[in-house]
Structure formats: C-alpha cells, structure tokens
C-alpha cells in the first residue's frame, strides 16, 4: 500500500476536522492559497467587517459622544472581562483592554516593582529568548529603578524549564518575566510549576501571552499567576495594532500603582480635580483615552472561539502542527531543514519553526505563489497555524511550497556552498 499524498492526507483531515466550518467565517484574499502567519497577524473574519461598517454609521455616526455614556467608557473594562472568560480562564474584574503588549508590560512591570512587599528586593528574571520588546522593557526599568537583570539562557529549539526558573530566583527577586509559549521555537512553559517557584522564592510573575491567548488553554487564576499581557492582534484576530490586553490577580488590583497617571484611570475623571487618586478596581490600569475603533474587530473572533471553545481550538492546534512536524519530516528534513520546535505536541505551542540558510531568498518565491509564511533572521521560518483559519490543505501547500523553492534555489550552479552542502 502507498501513502496518501499531502494533499489527499489533507483533505482528509479538512473532512473529518469539527471545526472546519468557521474557515469560512473569516475574509479570504485572492492571491493568497496558504496563509500560515496567523501568528503575527490574524486573517480578518468577515463579522469584524460588517461590525467596523456598522460602528461607523450606527454607533459612531447616530450616538455621536453620547457613544462614551452608553458603552465606550467601559468598554476596556467589559471587554476585559470576555478575554478573561473566553481564552485566559481568568474570572471577572481582573482583565483590562490598554494600549500595545510593550506599554501595558511597562505598566505592569513597574507597577509590580513598586509594591512594598517586592521593593527591597533588587532583580528580575528574564530569558535571552524572550521577544525583544520584553528584553528591551526591562533593561529600560532596570537602569531606571536600579536593579540587576537575571538571564536564564534557553537553547534554539527550547525555552525556559521550570529547573532554569527555580536555578536563577532567590530571595533577591522582584519580579520574573517570561513568555508563556516562546516566539521562536513555540516551546510551552509549564507556567503552573513555575508560577508555584516564583512564589515559593517570594517574587512576583508577569507572563507574556501573546502567542497564547486564543490557541492555547490558558488558566491565569489556576496557575496562580500575578500579572499577565497579551497581543490581540495575533491569534485574537483584532487586526493591526489592535490594543493588549493585562491581568491582575484579584488581591494585587487594589494594591498596585501603575504609573501612567491619566486620567481615565482615575477616580472620578469626570471632576476634573487637582490631583490624581487611581480609581478602585482594575480600571485604574488604564491611562488616557481607550482606542474604542481597534477594539472592535477583536469582539467578533471572540464570538467565534466562545461558539468554538477554547478546548477545542487547542485541539486543533495540536492537531495542525502534528501534520506540519510530519511534512516536514517527510518533505524538509531530508532537503537539510531543522525543526526548531518541540516534538511533543504538549510542548508546542501554535507555530512550527524550521531553519535553513536558503529560508531567507525562499521568502520571495514563496510570496509570488501566494503562501505566507513568517521569516525571522537569519534563517528561520515560522509556519503559524492559527486554529480556526487555517486549514490543513494550507499546511500541505505551504510545506510543498516550501520543499520545491528549495528545490529551486540549492539545484545545480544555485545557492552558496553551504546551501548546497546543506541539501540532499
Ligand atoms: C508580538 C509580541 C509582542 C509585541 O508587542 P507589541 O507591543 O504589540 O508590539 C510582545 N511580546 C511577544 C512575546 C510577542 O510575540
């Protein structure tokens, strides 16, 4: 007996999939026929177009100001509560909408340092495989608050083991920050067991969701976890520079300060007064005047993962990236790529990372041919299943597309010698 073919094996899967219905509820473009940078920029799904059109005439253009008294004012704060509910297994009044991942990890982190319990204590503790923002943020507040950064350095394909956390905390701890799945290798963190270490050691935890919330099975309040931050327009479908979101554990909310001080944080903004006092409750999280217009696409993939259930598109993640690993094997792997993610599907998160060094003029001819894959320097792609858009016939023409560039580039008088010496 012969093996199916990719795309026989795809369809296969596409048939059987119980999710395969919403591939349809979300825009799709002409010239695209592989989509797999759902992880940087979700597709927009076709209710967010007709919510953005209605905002516009209905709410925007007919309630005019009086939009603020009827539901804007809350908003980050109703809509809040739905991220928690829906994707961050978090309970109500701890979640808040604010501006991007970078400035509400700012004001979390910075809050966080200056709890009194925390203050004394001089570092933080980051990995060197954390997203840039994140390094950057803190090398930014640890020259301004005077403590010392604590590297954890995890390896390519890897990320941070709950033996590294538990190796660099100590009684000197303020504050670990760490991504829940890492952007590059996709590699889960067991933020449970850590988050138990960073407490038995006395510190506070920020983690870093932006390529968990809305794939994966995330549960703030069971971990236990302090703070939290998130993208939504990655696997939240909100649409470029769509606003983070931030959690605070209940018993932090009415005891930290964050320290953008603007007035719709405040208490009682509407008076004007002479001096700022935080509002009670999360609300005191947010800053200046809330980005209502990017809130909105994000409410309409927020109805379909409720519809879905976050349970079930984990699910299909697994089930996506499962296919990816065993079309890379099959079609890559022999051409001389590495798979820089976790094999066991526990550990992975959303996304399958794979290197070559001829990844980087791939890209290109990639394009041309209408599959959109992720490129991260210097060789590295990044194919990113996003549960309820991607489709598995999508996998199979992205690896396939990926194996007959290469193909193209390392045969004969093309590529560098190491290409070639790289390709079978
Ligand atoms: C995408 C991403 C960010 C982006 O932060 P922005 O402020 O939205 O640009 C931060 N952290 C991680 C882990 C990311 O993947």
């Not at 799945?181 to 870093?208: C, I, K, Q």
């Not at 409720?306 to 890379?328: D, H, N, P, Q, Y």
């Amino acid at each position: 007996m012969t093996t199916p073919t990719p795309a026989a094996r795809a369809s296969a899967l596409d048939a059987a999939d119980p999710l395969a219905r919403f591939h349809d509820e979300f825009v799709q473009a002409d010239d695209v026929v592989a989509y797999l940078d759902g992880n940087s920029l979700g597709r927009p799904t076709r209710a967010a177009a007709e919510r953005l059109a209605r905002f516009t005439s209905e709410e925007w253009g007919a309630r005019l100001i009086r939009g603020w008294d009827e539901s804007w004012y809350e908003l980050p704060l109703t809509l809040g509560d739905r991220i928690g509910a829906t994707v961050l297994g978090a309970a109500a009044g701890q979640t808040f909408v604010g501006e991007s991942t970078t400035v509400v990890m700012y004001k979390l982190i910075r809050a966080a340092l200056d709890l009194p319990a925390i203050a004394g204590r001089d570092e933080i503790v980051v990995d060197s495989g954390n997203f840039p923002t994140d390094r950057y943020l803190l090398e930014g507040i640890a020259a301004e608050r005077g403590k010392t950064l604590v590297w954890i350095h995890p390896s390519v394909e890897g990320g941070v083991e709950p033996g590294d956390v538990a190796g660099a905390v100590s009684e000197r701890t303020a504050l670990v920050l760490l991504s829940h799945v890492a952007y590059r290798s996709g590699f889960v963190t067991d933020a449970a067991e850590v988050t138990r270490l960073v407490h038995d050691a006395g510190a506070l935890v920020l983690w870093d969701l932006c390529h968990s919330a809305g794939a994966l099975d995330v549960r703030l309040d069971e971990w236990g976890a302090d703070l939290a931050a998130g993208c939504t327009y990655k696997y939240l479908n909100g649409g470029p520079g769509s606003p983070a979101f931030g959690y605070v554990r209940r018993e932090l909310v009415d005891v930290l300060a964050q320290p953008v001080q603007g007035w719709m944080g405040a208490d009682r903004p509407f008076d004007m007064g002479p001096a700022y006092a935080p509002h009670a409750g999360v609300r005191r999280f947010l800053s200046g005047t809330p980005t209502i217009v990017s809130m909105l696409a994000m409410q309409s993939m927020l109805d379909l993962v409720a519809e879905a259930g976050i349970g079930a598109v984990r699910a299909k993640s697994v089930a996506l990236t499962e296919f990816a690993v065993e079309l890379v094997d099959e079609l890559l792997v022999p051409r001389g790529v590495r798979l820089t993610s976790p094999r066991d599907a526990d550990r992975r998160g959303s996304h399958v990372t794979i290197d070559h060094p001829a990844f980087e003029r791939a890209i290109p001819l990639l394009w041309e041919r209408g599959v959109v894959p992720d490129f991260r320097r210097p060789e590295g792609i990044r194919l990113g299943l996003s549960p309820l858009s991607t489709s598995f016939a999508e996998v199979a023409l992205g690896v396939g597309a990926v194996r007959d560039a290469l193909v193209e580039l390392t045969a004969d008088r093309g590529g560098t010698p190491t290409e070639r010496a790289a390709a079978v």
